[in-house]
């Protein structure tokens, strides 16, 4: 059984930054794409950036200010959030994919975190 724990979300103003971080247990972690969404109340849960074989895939509306990484030896993924809008409030979700390609379809995931919100502040 595969487990994400994400950390690091919070309150911040518009216009700064926050890491989130996803760290994975499993022995596997580095033959899978990680992925991050997001959701904000009343809307649908929307892909946000992927890592795969070294590719990053990002949604147009973080692209040049979000930036997706992982350390293998950690298990560790992480999604630094730069330049934050209020529009990015959400709660932001880490998914392994269930291959080694990343794709922003959510059914593309199979193990997903629980979840932590980051609320940003005009």
């Known amino acids: 059984q595969v487990q994400l724990v994400e950390s690091g979300g919070g309150l911040v103003q518009a216009g700064g930054s926050l890491r989130l971080s996803c760290e994975a247990s499993?022995?596997?972690?580095?033959?899978?794409?990680m992925g991050w969404f997001r959701q904000a109340p009343g809307t649908e849960r929307d892909f946000v950036a992927a890592?795969?074989?070294?590719?990053?895939h990002y949604a147009d509306s973080v692209k040049g200010r979000f930036t997706i990484s992982r350390d293998n030896t950690k298990n560790t993924v992480y999604l630094q959030m730069n330049s934050l809008k209020p529009e990015d409030t959400a709660v932001y979700y880490c998914?392994?994919?269930?291959?080694?390609?990343?794709?922003?379809?959510?059914?593309?995931?199979?193990?997903w975190g629980q979840g932590t919100q980051v609320t940003v502040s005009s």
């Open positions: 499993g022995r596997t972690f580095s033959r899978y794409a």
């Open positions: 998914a392994r994919g269930t291959t080694a390609w990343s794709s922003v379809h959510e059914y593309e995931y199979d193990y």
């Open positions: 890592w795969s074989n070294s590719n990053t």
